[in-house]
């Protein structure tokens, strides 16, 4: 099996077009692709409400969507279902018995897509013929053979744990993670402490050390649970 995954424009995609017009992100939670029309659930997560409302009204008034049923709006978030054209990029690659292996996610005028090939000829031509009328960029390439996507099925529930795990975090936990990891707070010996964190994120070094330990105890719960999940 040949894993691709490349950046596209395409933009009788009504999410490329949406995130291209507003500034608002999509990412694909489930997709089912038929012959001629995929329908996908789909979060939407925007700069503030006034982009989410402009980007949601663009994927709903879009030429390319048959079907639309919003689900929940919170703040700048928005859970939703479409049913969508096949694009005319999307059918060049199906055309060479490609098949989504991956989520979707557009931002900013460009989607990411994970596509898979049983053959590298296949998956060659597809590529070939995508180039001819279309702008995009493979990020990566892969050859898995039958006893790594064996592992990959198996292994599904330990990174779907991990997953849980991140969207538990809050949003000031995530982003106390991520400087204390960037900033060197976890080198040996530190190149950031809490005083530093706590300067970063004017607030003070105990409020810093309680952001740091709720999301650490989060996600080394959730690495727990995916080690148990792990064949």
């Not at 995609?13 to 995929?38: L, W």
């Not at 998956?123 to 050859?143: I, M, P, T």
Request: with cysteine.
């Amino acid at each position: 099996m040949i894993n691709v995954s490349m950046e596209v424009e395409q933009y009788d995609c009504p999410f490329v077009h949406a995130s291209d017009s507003d500034d608002v992100a999509f990412s694909s939670v489930h997709c089912d692709a038929g012959p001629r029309a995929t329908e996908v659930r789909m979060v939407a997560e925007a700069a503030d409400r006034p982009s989410l409302e402009s980007g949601l009204d663009t994927v709903r008034d879009h030429g390319e969507v048959d079907e639309y049923e919003l689900f929940s709006k919170v703040d700048n978030v928005a859970k939703f279902r479409t049913v969508v054209e096949q694009t005319e990029a999307m059918e060049v690659l199906r055309d060479q018995d490609g098949y989504v292996t991956g989520p979707f996610y557009a931002e900013s005028g460009t989607e990411t897509w994970h596509v898979g090939f049983d053959d590298p000829g296949l998956a060659d031509r597809a590529l070939a013929n995508l180039e001819r009328g279309h702008e995009f960029d493979v990020v990566a390439r892969e050859d898995t053979d039958e006893a790594e996507l064996h592992e990959i099925v198996q292994n599904a529930g330990a990174a779907m744990t991990l997953i849980e795990g991140c969207k538990d975090l809050s949003d000031v936990e995530r982003q106390t993670l991520e400087a204390a990891v960037s900033d060197g707070y976890y080198e040996n010996p530190r190149d950031a402490t809490l005083g530093t964190l706590a300067d970063r994120f004017d607030v003070s070094k105990p409020a810093v050390s309680k952001n740091l330990r709720r999301g650490e105890q989060k996600m080394i719960q959730r690495v727990i649970e995916a080690l148990d999940d792990i064949e």
